[in-house]
Nanobody, 123 residues
Framework: QVQLVESGGGLVQTGGSLRLSCAAS????????LGWFRQPPGKEREFVAG????????NYADSVKGRFTISRDNVKNTVYLQMNSLKPDDTAVYYC????????????????WGQGTQVTVSA
């Protein structure tokens, strides 16, 4: 059973930075895509960033391009989301996701979800 455990959320001022971590366990992730979604207050969940585990190729939502970076550590089985130049619009619960279907992570609904971590950006 795949488990995804997020950490690193918190309160930060506009322009600040945070790094989210997602510890993934339960299987080997070659052939999987992992990523991050977020759900702002009162809004639907949305894709943020994704990474194909085996090759490390990445994809980003337009709203975070140039500010966020997704990466993975194959040894630690951990995915990171480095968030820079944060804005109040980035305030959301951030979820780590995984699926063997790359398209599900990048464009659809991934099968595996973490419990989420709150990120709040103050004006």
């Amino acid at each position: 059973q795949v488990q995804l455990v997020e950490s690193g959320g918190g309160l930060v001022q506009t322009g600040g930075s945070l790094r989210l971590s997602c510890a993934a366990s339960g299987r080997t992730f070659s052939g999987y895509a992992l990523g991050w979604f977020r759900q702002p207050p009162g809004k639907e969940r949305e894709f943020v960033a994704g990474i194909i585990w085996s090759v490390g190729s990445t994809n980003y939502a337009d709203s975070v391009k140039g500010r966020f970076t997704i990466s993975r550590d194959n040894v630690k089985n951990t995915v990171y989301l480095q968030m820079n130049s944060l804005k109040p619009d980035d305030t959301a619960v951030y979820y780590c996701v995984a699926d063997h279907r790359t398209q599900a992570v990048l464009y659809g609904t991934p099968y595996y979800w973490g419990q989420g971590t709150q990120v709040t950006v103050s004006a």
